[in-house]
């Protein structure tokens, strides 16, 4: 009777195990996903800046086209597009709302070339570099860009990031110290059988074995969970943002859910192994306290 209500003790802490470590993947899960979409939101604001290249008067069509290609072999330039004089007018046309071509009597506006940067070239620093590049070549006039957005930009990403490091270090040592804690209850209320597989001859890896085995088990488990809860929590925000903003991006989700049922994984083991040494050095006076 004894031994069935053991196994059964046994299994009611395993499972409370799984749920807790599930519990504390989730926010392991959030971090990374919160990550790697700052990430991609980050690089997608940075596509967006860019030069606007003014090409010199009378430029022809044989000479912007080849310094076009050049400019698209650039490793800076993620992408390009001619504005002729007729689209910059129409553009500033209907900006304006006037026709200023009826009063001036002519297009004063010049051909230009706008390039999207490669996100990795989006700082300062670069960008002097690429403006002094670009003003080298001789259908060039002027190149533009804002500066002092660019420095705002980075500025605030720097310090989003580091508030971002910082939030993302304190939660995940207070998820290391909850999983540690979770395994170190299951394994503390199975310590006499512990010390009795160890006063009986066992060998330190015999005993250790099944705890190994199932800490695998519940950490596995736990992972996929956590994964399972995490996407149905990300699905539900995206139904009601939809048209807004695009959570469902299927290879984060796929590192989300890689990295926290390997997280799962090894930390279960790490603490379980922990654990069960702890006890298996201990004297049998110390495992009543």
């Known amino acids: 009777m004894s031994y069935y209500r053991a196994k059964k003790t046994a ?59 050049i400019l698209k072999k650039k490793n800076f330039v993620e992408e390009t597009y001619f504005i002729s004089k007729e689209e910059a007018a129409a553009a500033f046309k209907k900006a304006i709302g006037e026709d200023f071509e009826s009063v001036l009597g002519y297009n004063p506006l010049l051909p230009s070339i706008e390039i999207k940067l490669n996100p990795r070239y989006a700082n300062n620093d670069s960008l002097n570099v690429i403006e002094k590049q670009l003003t080298k070549y001789n259908v060039v006039k002027e190149v533009a860009y804002q500066k002092s957005f660019v420095e705002m930009l980075n500025r605030n990403m720097k310090r989003i990031g580091i508030l971002l490091s910082i939030a993302a270090i304190a939660l995940a040592l207070i998820s290391f110290t909850l999983i540690r804690n979770t395994i170190h209850l299951s394994v503390y209320s199975q310590r006499f059988l512990i010390k009795t597989m160890q006063l009986v001859g066992a060998k330190t890896s015999f005993i250790c074995k099944p705890f190994m085995r199932n800490s695998i088990y519940i950490g596995f488990l736990a992972g996929c969970i956590a994964t399972a809860l995490l996407i149905g929590i990300i699905y539900f925000i995206q139904k009601k943002a939809e048209g807004i903003i695009s959570l469902m991006r299927y290879d984060i989700l796929i590192i989300m859910g890689g990295t926290v049922i390997v997280s799962g994984i090894v930390l279960s083991f790490l603490f379980s192994w922990l654990s069960v040494m702890n006890y298996i050095n201990k004297d049998h006076d110390r495992l009543y306290k």
């Open 11 to 69: 299994g009611g802490s395993y499972i409370v195990a799984t749920m807790s470590i599930a519990l504390v993947l989730i926010i392991l899960g959030s971090l990374v996903y919160i990550g790697l979409n700052s990430m991609e939101i980050t690089n997608h604001v940075r596509k967006n800046i860019g030069f606007t290249i003014i090409l010199k008067e009378g430029s022809n069509n044989a000479e912007i086209k080849k310094f076009q290609n």
